[in-house]
T-cell receptor
Framework: NAGVMQNPRHLVRRRGQEARLRCSPM?????VYWYRQLPEEGLKFMVY????????ESGMPKERFSAEFPKEGPSILRIQQVVRGDSAAYFC??????????????FGNGTRLTVT | RKEVEQDPGPFNVPEGATVAFNCTYS??????FFWYRQDCRKEPKLLMS???SGNEDGRFTAQLNRASQYISLLIRDSKLSDSATYLC?????????????FGKGTMLLVSP
């Protein structure tokens, strides 16, 4: 059973470009979460999605960031007009339920975004 | 006060040593607690959940003190492979994963 798959592993973008990060959850998992880890910081929740629905985007910056989880295909985190402060590790996680008390969260190996 | 606070370390210990980490949390209504492990530049992985009565998994023991709002992780007989950053994770409202709050982590270095 393949784990959570993220690609690309590393992404370099110039300021002002767009970054697209992809995440395929574990088989059988319909709950997807995106977290961001800035250097020397803890993981911060960004957005929680189920198929075709954004359930909670309270951790997403109001501008330039968007996420989707279409009926077919991976979840996408999109960052428009990237700035240096967007440089971070972006982790996707999936779970078969929405409750940490009932099932663990499985993380992908992350996408490291560097903005030059 | 930060939501979840940990000593960043590093804790340098020899193989075979016993080491303990503490973590404090600010929200007294928090219901779920976890320890995750994160190797350098890798993804976090669940080490163990922390239950009110305390729990043990092999060389690892987790304790919860609700009155003082801290949780602890004890590692006995440290192995070189235990070298990693240990993340304290709290679920403030016992709701979904969207409310999980991660500490910055405590780094452990086990030397031969």
């Amino acid at each position: 059973n393949a784990g959570v798959m993220q690609n690309p592993r590393h992404l370099v973008r110039r300021r002002g470009q767009e970054a697209r990060l992809r995440c395929s959850p574990m088989k059988g998992h319909s709950h997807v979460y995106w977290y961001r880890q800035l250097p020397e910081e803890g993981l911060k929740f960004m957005v929680y999605l189920q198929k075709e629905n954004i359930i909670d985007e309270s951790g997403m910056p109001k501008e330039r960031f968007s996420a989707e989880f279409p009926k077919e295909g991976p979840s996408i985190l999109r960052i428009q007009q990237v700035v240096r402060g967007d440089s971070a590790a972006y982790f996707c996680a999936s779970s078969p339920t929405g409750s940490p008390g009932r099932s663990p969260l499985h993380f992908g190996n992350g996408t490291r975004l560097t903005v030059t | 006060r930060k939501e979840v606070e940990q000593d960043p370390g590093p804790f340098n210990v020899p193989e075979g040593a016993t080491v303990a980490f503490n973590c404090t949390y600010s929200n007294s209504a928090s219901q779920s607690f976890f320890w995750y492990r994160q190797d350098c530049r890798k993804e976090p992985k669940l080490l163990m959940s922390v239950y009110s009565s305390g729990n043990e998994d092999g060389r690892f023991t987790a304790q919860l003190n609700r009155a003082s709002q801290y949780i602890s992780l004890l590692i006995r007989d440290s192995k070189l492979s235990d070298s990693a950053t240990y993340l304290c994770v709290v679920n403030p409202m016992n709701s979904g994963y969207s409310t999980l709050t991660f500490g910055k982590g405590t780094m452990l270095l086990v030397s031969p």
